[in-house]
């Protein structure tokens, strides 16, 4: 594919290489959006049935995306955090039992789980990422699948890592999981719509994405996987929309005490937002159009030479097989000093982020080769 830079608003002065902070917005997202705000100046014409179509189009379309055969076991989400309460709250623990996590995990991935041992008398098993410089990736990958054993309760990872890209393999995660009867989740926030996930093929217990960054939606809204293990769980919440025949408005006060089928009693009260479901769905389908496998060829592409310059300038940076390309850290070589890299980044209005011991690179389809080549000019000096 090519650059796709015309879609968005963004500043030609600037050089965003910094989507998994958050994406900029496609002109017709943004159109979308302002579309929805308007629609309530008309109340009138929102009918009953609005309230459920245009989520039940959003589920069908991220279905597609993520290949999840079942489009009800998408649900709309305001964060993260929220997304992995709802599996928190369906997890029993007994004393003993462990939750394997990896080291500097996003914290929506990290507090769910240090409330739920707390609450039970279980632990946390952390798996840092490895002190070494060559060969990291394929390591900590390794010290991950030794570490789930049959104590192992749940793996609550992301699918890459939200500080430096690095790619966990969740085929062998799962592989592994299975084997001990372990839940695994998965945080896809930084991966979905730029690197391909296929829920049939995975299966995870659940699969949770803030829409802002790689999915290139607005902030508030995400979405979520649930599988059939949660089926007959409680949600975080109990409300009205989530119960079975909700749809008929004219009968809610005759409280139903059953939720909706499977997945879809996870969904967040007012998932109809009227502003933020067709910016998410219009985001959706762009990214369909595109193909996932093309953007996430596209950013390959993108950054292959310039990886390969940083490398043997002395950054250290992850091989292609354990890292992903619209994500990645790169790290400081010897001598090297990040205060000042971080003032020249500023000083030439490059925007990236900093993570841990990382400079986090996340470029996307509207970067082109001329925003690589200014960072390297800036890194390399
Ligand atoms: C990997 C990852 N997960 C989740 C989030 C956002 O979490 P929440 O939606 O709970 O604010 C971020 C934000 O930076 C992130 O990088």
Redesign the pocket.
Same mark, same amino acid.
Request: proline share 9%; charged share 10%; hydrophobic share 25%.
């Given at each position: 594919m090519n650059c796709q830079k015309h879609l968005f608003n963004l500043d030609p002065e600037l050089t965003y290489l910094n989507c998994?902070?958050m994406s900029p917005l496609m002109k017709t997202v943004e159109q979308a959006g302002i579309d929805g705000v308007l629609r309530k100046q008309k109340p009138e014409r929102v009918s009953g049935e609005d309230f459920f179509s245009e989520t039940n189009e959003l589920r069908k379309e991220y279905a597609k995306l993520v290949n999840c055969p079942d489009p009800n076991r998408i649900v709309v989400i =305001? +964060?993260?955090?929220?997304?992995f309460a709802n599996v928190a709250k369906n997890l029993k623990l007994n004393p003993g039992d462990e939750i394997v996590v990896v080291g500097e995990?996003? =914290? +929506?991935?990290v507090y769910p789980w240090r409330r739920l041992v707390q609450d039970s008398g279980a632990k946390i098993v952390t798996v840092p990422g490895p002190k070494v410089t060559t060969g990291r990736g394929k390591r900590w990958n390794e010290q991950i699948l030794e570490t789930i054993n049959s104590k192992t309760r749940l793996v609550a990872t992301?699918n890459i890592h939200?500080a430096d890209g690095t790619l966990f393999d969740m085929k062998a995660i799962r592989a592994k999981t299975h084997e001990v009867g372990a839940w695994m989740v998965i945080?896809g926030?930084?991966s979905i719509g730029a690197v391909p996930f296929d829920i049939d093929e995975i299966q995870p217990d659940a699969l949770?994405a803030?829409g802002y960054?790689s999915l290139m939606g607005p902030y508030s809204i995400?979405l979520a996987y649930y599988g059939p293990a949660l089926d007959d769980g409680v949600p975080v919440e109990e409300n009205w929309i989530n119960r079975f025949e909700s749809e008929n408005f004219a009968n809610l006060v005759n409280y139903n005490d059953s939720y909706q089928p499977g997945a879809l009693r996870y969904e967040v009260g007012e998932h109809s937002n009227f502003i933020l479901v067709p910016m998410m769905l219009e985001a959706v389908l762009v990214l369909s159009s595109w193909g996932v496998k093309n953007v996430k060829e596209y950013c390959n592409n993108l950054v292959d030479v310039y990886v390969s310059q940083l490398k043997d300038t002395g950054y250290i940076i992850e091989e292609l097989d354990y890292r992903a390309s619209n994500l990645f850290g790169i790290r400081l070589g010897d001598g090297m000093s990040m205060d000042s890299i971080k003032a020249r980044l500023q000083e030439a209005n490059i925007f990236v982020s900093y993570r841990g011991d990382s400079i986090r690179v996340s470029p996307n389809v509207y970067n082109d080769a001329a925003d690589m080549e200014k960072l390297v000019e800036v890194l390399v000096g």
């Open positions: 998994a902070y =305001p +964060s993260v955090s929220y997304g995990q996003f =914290p +929506s991935n992301g939200w945080d926030t930084q949770i803030a960054k995400g």
